[in-house]
């Protein structure tokens, strides 16, 4: 997992070198402009300014793909953090591979060949994944075995979801315009999500968290 992490930061540090310039803002625009980009834009096999950007669609969806094949151990090893809650343990785990679908549909539809689908598809990885982060940080903030600072990055990582696919809904679902606020907040989740994977590495390769009781 913190491999998978590191590789995904590397690999879309790269796709936005390589990205050939264009905001949906601004097609103009030279570059990737971290905050004005959606993570999206770099799976577009031609960039919002006209440029080709097959090198930077195919770096993106490889570390996409990496980061996903990560999410398997993680959500299997879900119940592991929180013992005490083993039924909620287990619900966040089927939920959590359950969204796993939804994440391989984003990764074959790029934005600009299959946009409807692209949509659908965040939609189907989004509801399950929320579900199962609601339950990891109601199941970490009941088990005290759980160490508080995990149980603290998932609540800012949720919060942080939440705020983002309210955005989602407000623009694809409602018709709302897709703003730089929306691009920022995706960038905040982005990093939410890498560092709670990191967390979660780190927990699991530690040792073993005490059961005290169902």
């Excluded at 834009?41 to 969806?61: I, K, N, Q, W």
């Excluded at 905040?188 to 999500?193: D, E, S, Y």
Aim: hydrophobic share 55%.
């Amino acid at each position: 997992m913190l491999l998978a992490a590191a590789q995904f930061l590397v690999l879309v540090a790269a796709a936005m070198a390589c990205y050939g310039g264009g905001t949906v803002f601004d097609p103009s625009a030279e570059g990737y402009s971290f905050w004005n980009n959606s993570l999206s834009d770099l799976g577009r096999t031609v960039s919002p300014s006209g440029r080709p950007s097959e090198t930077s669609a195919v770096l993106y969806h490889t570390a996409l793909f990496g980061l996903i094949c990560s999410f398997v151990p993680m959500f299997l090893a879900l119940p592991a953090l929180m013992p005490n809650c083993p039924r909620t343990g287990r619900l966040a785990r089927s939920a959590g591979l359950v969204s796993l679908a939804g994440m391989i549909g984003v990764v074959v539809t790029p934005t600009d060949v299959y946009p409807v689908a692209h949509m659908v598809t965040i939609g189907l990885a989004a509801i399950p994944a929320l579900a199962a982060a609601t339950l990891c940080l109601t199941g970490m903030w009941r088990d005290r075995a759980c160490p508080r600072f995990l149980a603290l990055a998932t609540t800012i990582m949720l919060a942080s979801a939440v705020v983002h696919f309210a955005q989602y809904v407000h623009h694809f679902w409602l018709g709302g315009d897709w703003t730089p606020a929306c691009t920022a907040a995706q960038k905040v989740l982005a990093i939410c999500v890498l560092g709670w994977v990191a967390l979660v590495g780190a927990v699991l390769l530690g040792r073993p968290l005490p059961r005290t009781a169902d």
